[in-house]
């Protein structure tokens, strides 16, 4: 059975002093620091490839962070960047909004808290998993279309979409808390596949030492 590993990169620190929840908004540009992040993810699979590690397919979200943050790893990798759509934020009610107590109090708001469980307020977790895994499934199958057995593919994607792929794949609840997301900027969850199936889940932060003092603002 063929061995591929999709790694699913979640994009860096985003510009945003507003601390709206910009979601699928254009136009939400990486930080300076977002950039820096970007710059050491490239540096993790550089050094990946260097030991041996054969990356042959990158994609991202069309969202303008997301591309911003694959631009690096396109770089250093002498891999273009392919878009695909699967991969992008949730949608969400509450986009461009700045997301506090005053604004969820809201009587207009109150409908869309009805089921927390799917959650109500966005795209279901199910219909996120899904077409994440199917992109997953698909760069799979591009790896090792093109650098068989033991290929690597990267997908930069967003946090709430990869967290339920992978609580999906390892057959978890895909309601959880917010706060207890492992899936940090410039994280990379590693799905490893035999043929179809997803065998384990690997979880690294190239970016670490970064993170103290990054913001924390949503819609990442």
Known sequence: MPRITVHLLRHG????????????????HLSDLGREMADVAAGFFADR???????????????????ETAAPTSAALGLEVATDERIIEAANHFEGLRVNRAELMRPAHWP???????????????AQAARVLEAARDARRQA???GGEGAEAILVSHQLPIWVARRA??????????????????????????????????????????????????GA
């Open 169 to 218: 794949a390892e057959r978890k609840p895909l309601w959880h808390d917010p706060r207890k997301r492992e899936c940090t900027l410039t994280s990379v969850t590693s799905l490893v596949f035999e043929d179809e199936r997803i065998v384990s889940v690997d979880y690294s932060e190239p970016a670490a030492a970064l993170l103290p003092g990054a913001s924390a603002t949503p």
């Open 112 to 126: 869309y808290f009805v089921n927390p469980f799917r959650p109500s307020w966005g795209e279901p977790y199910k």
């Open 13 to 28: 620190e985003v510009y945003n002093p507003a601390g709206v929840l910009y979601g699928r908004l254009p136009e939400f």
């Open 144 to 146: 090792l279309a093109t």
């Open 49 to 67: 490839a260097a030991a041996g590690a054969r990356i042959v397919h990158l994609a991202s979200s069309p969202l303008t962070r997301a591309q």
